[in-house]
């Protein structure tokens, strides 16, 4: 498909997941990088908690 029929289907609204190749997607400038925090026992039960009434 030509550039110029991909942008009009996208411009009147017409679904083109399909058209696209997301297992190559990535999110420009949010690359994950892994860290280890230390909490304070007290804070990571707080946290347990909360997580526990949001469910």
Request: charged share 45%; aromatic share 10%.
């Given at each position: 498909m030509k550039?110029?029929?991909f942008?009009?289907?996208?411009?009147?609204d017409v679904d083109i997941t399909a058209l696209l190749d997301l297992s190559k997607?990535?999110?420009?400038l949010q690359e994950q990088k892994r860290v280890n925090v230390d909490f304070?026992?007290?804070m990571v039960e707080s946290l347990d908690?909360?997580?526990g009434k949001l469910g």
């Open positions: 550039a110029k029929n942008e009009k289907q996208f411009d009147e997607a990535k999110r420009v304070p026992t007290w908690r909360e997580a």
